[in-house]
């Protein structure tokens, strides 16, 4: 039998049914503090708990399309500021019964960006919110999202300690002070101004100066601080590591 003759006799019905899902991890930084995007379901399953945005993928579209319109569709970002958005897969995640309405497999990605706008939740939510991650314990949250988040989490802090992704979180040109407080943020502990400065400006191609400085002083005066933009580096040698992993390794 020949690979037509083969395709033609194929019977897809044979085999269990199993369904693709694409879930979001989205995270931004809002008011200094990072927040996380949450739906509230609006139909079963899971009527009412809070979610991940994320849903079926089409027939006609691969997995980073499908993240991408699903976010697009809760966020409102469309054009230029989605292409702004850093998205990349996180993991899968396909215990049987995490979806009691059938067999369902979820590719989860994981999305951050500056600035991202309120949402507006989609036909099959009732509400979308920014959420401080540091407020998720107040929230039910469906499926097997709490795993997913937890992941996805982990996978930002980790990224921020070997990659320049952190400078994602900011806008085009910014201060060394303005990066310690991305980092400050997602990891969620305070850095010496200083050795962060030097460990900054000690990676090749991390960030690279303007030659510009800012307008004013800081808020309690003093010079004007220099500007950087995001350097050509894609791996940051040597890593900025958190501080509970520069313990272990010392």
Known sequence: MNEQDFLAAYDPGAYPSVAVTVDVVALTIRDGALHLLLIQRGQPPFEGHWALPGGFV????????????????????????????HLEQLSSYGAPDRDPRMRVVSVAHLAFAPDLPDPAAGTDADAAIWLPVTALTSR?????????????????RSKLEYTPLAT?????EFTI???????????????????????????????ESTGTSTERGGARG???????????????HPALLRPAREETVR
């Open 140 to 156: 039910q949250l469906a499926f097997d999202h709490s795993r997913i988040i937890d992941d996805g989490l982990e996978r930002a």
């Open 222 to 236: 003093g010079p004007r601080a220099r500007l950087y933009r995001a350097g050509d580096a894609r791996l940051l």
């Open 168 to 172: 994602r979180f900011l806008a085009a």
């Open 58 to 85: 089409h027939p006609d579209e691969d997995l980073t399309a499908g993240a991408r319109r699903e976010l697009a569709e809760e966020t409102g970002l469309g054009g230029v500021r989605l292409r702004r958005v």
């Open 177 to 207: 002070s303005e990066l310690r407080a991305v980092y400050e943020t997602v990891w969620g502990h305070p850095l010496h101004a200083g050795n962060f400065h030097r460990k900054v400006l000690s990676v090749p191609g991390f960030v």
